[in-house]
């Protein structure tokens, strides 16, 4: 009897735990996938780019933020409304989770910068690659990694 | 100089460590007590070497010795001594160092203690020590030494990552460590069990109080690096589960298991396989705990690729320890003579069982959502990532039920019992956790969500059956209770308080982002906020604006808190500095998040109801483990003859009645 109770409560923490798992994996996109409408609409995703150079828009009295994220090929806009973390800011690598709006905006609830100033995440590194694998990220950052 | 000395001590350290792990282990084979009697002064030439490694790294640390290279990497010129200490573990190779350096305390307090222990057996245990010690030596010394000199000596050091800057890295890792190394401790113990083939009651004595001060370090460790993550990360989270974070949870969940599996395994002579299975699990994530952490395999396994000499190393010592103990175990584990009685569902055994099998899936799941990304990567299947609602989803169904018999473990007998019994002693508990649990979130915060209210009561519930078990055990007797049971009643009541208060902070917490000029207020669930303003303020390290809010609640002030936005000298980095007011029912939290338009800056103010339960509860939980290890049971001498114990156990047994 209790080896029979076991066996169905762990066939149900099975069954649980691959449910469970199956609904909350997250896929990694970069710009470009999303410029080739690769990329669905209203599933959540992480992005991961640069954050181009002179896009912050922070201009309404409300925290929503405007930026673009750029890698070598196509630049996305994201908007975000809340607080930014500590080592956001323009031509720095990020990753944000969140997805794209109908209008081809990319709406972010999460945005999460690298951790220290010489750590760059992978994805984004990856993500800063052409198609040959040479990075087009700007000359400095790459002696920083 | 003083650098070549710590790393010539290393390698000393690593001779010991060799001596220590094969002159016994030869001892053992042919039977030669010379040789096993070598094991702890081994260990103690070993300690005494790793300690002089140490303080020489200390030394360097102190005295800004920046042509060594991980001190320029890590430390500063302006940075506070007490952080330049604690940045000795700040990063890869010193905290391999540390680990060593526990390690080493391990083994000397095995070493101290061996004379409770026969002889085969202590000197077994530190041989097996010796091999971990070995292992994690020649990884110190020929991929990452922290010895290594740069040449010419940069003028002044890199900083420490400013995240660090606080006193959790003083702390934190030195607690988290001991709970990891310590499982060591029970490993060889495991180990031991199979080169001898005995696992017996003797056995168990001897590990479990190795076991449980583990597991109470190993609980410090992770609440504390709950609480700093909630006071340093400014984003008002105590739980993220983040990789690093499962790391170390994962050997917390089979090291909790194995505990209760012990208890079994002594009281009945049954689950012996299974114990020592749980012990090499323990001991095998807590392996992976360190080095998914410090590998850089987190940040990327690219990252871990970069320097293959020390991915192939981690690899193939990883194989090597766990591949070898299982295979130890594959061999020599159906030896061990099986319980021939059925385990009834209502016992404590069968509860335990239960319990283990809990404990087990939970970490299983855990483990999954943390190395399933890794893999993946690996293979070239896509980045992916698992996020919190998928540890939630399988994470709470699986503990929930856990918190339920948590309650019926102080009543619960040995082999059988009547569930009239159960009935009688569990209706009272039952009543005051439901009246309980229900009435102090509503008088405290109010009315609200029904998963939190019953969490409250679950949680209510572990404490009232522990406190129950305790009131009707001392009644009628005079002298105390025996400090085992009281530290499993704690333990318990801390698990009741921890869950009341991750129920209450999830069901009742707010948060919000607000733009404020000075001068202008928000209000966060009856508290108003008002922005006085920022001013400049100059630190040893690093320059900040320093918020100035001012809470009211009904209109009368309660506090002023002061968030600051850092930016650090050397590195240029800026941190968040949030600042608390800390209460028993809740938490008030503000932190700056950036200066917008005018004077104004956007502020993140939070609400957490309770949260200091979560810490409270872990610890009491590791207290309770540390007054079970007080108790004199567990320090008995070898030559007390056994019967003396089981007479101990029978006065226990009628103590229970």
Redesign the interface.
């Known amino acids: 009897?209790?080896v029979g109770?076991?066996f169905v409560?762990?066939a149900a923490?099975v069954a649980?735990?691959l449910t469970?798992?199956s609904?909350?994996?997250?896929?990694?996109h970069q710009p470009s996938e999303i410029a080739a409408g690769e990329v669905p609409v209203n599933t959540r995703f992480?992005i991961g780019g640069l954050v181009e150079d002179g896009s912050v828009d922070?201009s309404g009295?409300?925290?929503v933020v405007h930026f673009t994220l750029a890698d070598c090929a196509a630049s996305v806009p994201v908007q975000f409304?809340?607080?930014?973390p500590?080592?956001f800011r323009e031509g720095q690598g990020i990753v944000a989770?969140g997805a794209l709006d109908e209008s081809g905006e990319f709406v972010a609830d999460e945005v999460l910068a690298k951790?220290?100033?010489n750590?760059m995440s992978?994805?984004v590194a990856?993500a800063m690659k052409d198609e040959q694998g040479n990075s087009c990220m700007p000359a400095e950052m790459q002696a920083q990694r | 100089m003083i650098p070549e000395i710590g790393h010539f001590a290393l390698i000393l350290a690593l001779g010991l460590a060799l001596i220590q792990t094969v002159v016994p282990l030869y001892g053992f084979a042919r039977n030669r007590a010379d040789c096993l009697a070598v094991a702890a002064p081994a260990a103690i030439g070993q300690f005494a070497m790793l300690g002089v490694a140490f303080v020489s790294l200390g030394f360097a640390f102190y005295a800004n010795d920046f042509s060594v290279a991980y001190v320029a990497a890590n430390s500063h010129t302006q940075l506070p001594w007490f952080y330049r200490i604690a940045a000795i573990w700040g990063a890869h190779e010193g905290s391999l160092l540390l680990w060593m350096m526990l390690l080493s305390c391990w083994s000397l307090a095995v070493a101290a203690a061996s004379r409770t222990l026969p002889r085969e057996v202590a000197s077994c245990v530190l041989a097996v020590m010796g091999s971990v010690s070995v292992g994690f030596l020649m990884f110190t010394l020929f991929t990452s030494s922290p010895f290594t000199r740069e040449f010419p000596a940069p003028g002044e050091g890199r900083d420490l990552n400013p995240l660090l800057q606080d006193p959790g890295l003083v702390f934190h890792p030195p607690m988290l460590y001991m709970g990891y190394v310590g499982f060591c401790v029970a490993f060889a113990f495991a180990i031991t069990a199979l080169i001898t083939g005995r696992v017996d009651s003797a056995w168990t004595r001897w590990t479990r109080p190795w076991t449980i001060a583990a597991w109470a370090f190993l609980t410090l460790g992770v609440t504390l690096g709950s609480w700093w993550a909630y006071n340093e990360l400014g984003w008002g989270g105590w739980w993220f589960w983040d990789p690093v974070e499962n790391a170390s949870f994962m050997p917390w969940l089979v090291g909790t298991a194995l505990i209760h599996s012990l208890a079994v395994t002594e009281k009945r002579g049954i689950f012996k396989s299974w114990t020592v299975l749980l012990a090499i699990t323990a001991f095998a994530l807590s392996l992976l705990g360190t080095f998914l952490v410090r590998s850089g395999v987190l940040i990327s396994v690219h990252a871990f690729a970069t320097d293959p000499a020390r991915g192939v190393y981690i690899l193939a010592f990883f194989t090597i320890v766990i591949g070898g103990s299982l295979l130890l175990y594959a061999i020599r584990a159906p030896k061990f003579e099986a319980g021939t009685e059925p385990v009834a569902a209502l016992s404590r055994e069968g509860l335990l069982l239960l319990n283990n099998i809990f404990l087990v899936v939970a970490a299983a799941g855990v483990l999954l959502g943390t190395l399933y990304p890794i893999l993946a990567d690996s293979l070239g299947m896509g980045r992916i990532s698992v996020g919190p609602p998928y540890f939630n989803k399988v994470f709470i169904p699986l503990t929930a039920p856990l918190v339920v018999l948590v309650g019926a473990a102080a009543v619960m007998a040995w082999k059988r019992t009547r569930a009239e019994l159960l009935r009688s002693r569990l209706w009272a508990p039952l009543i005051i956790a439901i009246v309980v649990g229900v009435a102090m979130p509503l008088l405290t915060v109010g009315p609200g969500a029904l998963a939190a209210i019953a969490g409250c009561v679950l949680g209510c519930w572990a404490i009232a059956t522990a406190l129950e078990d305790i009131v009707r055990r001392c009644r009628g007797r005079r002298i105390m209770l025996p400090r085992h049971v009281l530290g499993m009643a704690l333990a318990h009541i801390g698990v009741g308080v921890f869950v009341i208060g991750i129920s209450l902070v999830s069901g009742f917490g707010g948060e919000h982002d607000v733009r404020l000029a000075p001068g202008e207020s928000t209000s966060m669930a009856g508290h108003e906020f008002t922005f006085m303003g920022t001013r400049h303020v100059e630190g040893p390290n690093f320059v900040a604006e320093v918020g100035d809010f001012v809470v009211r609640k009904d209109g009368e002030q309660i506090a002023e808190l002061y968030p600051a936005k850092r930016r650090y000298n050397a590195s240029g980095q800026t941190m968040t500095e949030s600042d608390i007011d800390i209460g028993i029912w809740r938490d008030l939290y503000v932190s700056l998040g950036e200066p917008l338009s005018g004077d104004a800056w956007s502020v993140r103010i939070y609400y957490r109801p309770f949260i200091r339960w979560i810490w409270a509860g872990g610890f009491l939980a590791a207290i309770g483990g540390l007054l079970a290890l007080s108790d004199k049971r567990y320090r008995r001498r070898a030559d007390a003859p056994a019967r003396r114990a089981v007479a101990t156990d029978r006065n226990d047994k009628a103590a229970h009645a």
């Open positions: 009897m209790l109770g076991l409560g762990l923490a649980l735990a469970a798992f609904e909350n994996i997250l896929y990694f992480r922070r009295d409300d925290l409304k809340g607080t930014l500590d080592l989770y951790h220290d100033e750590y992978p994805d990856d």
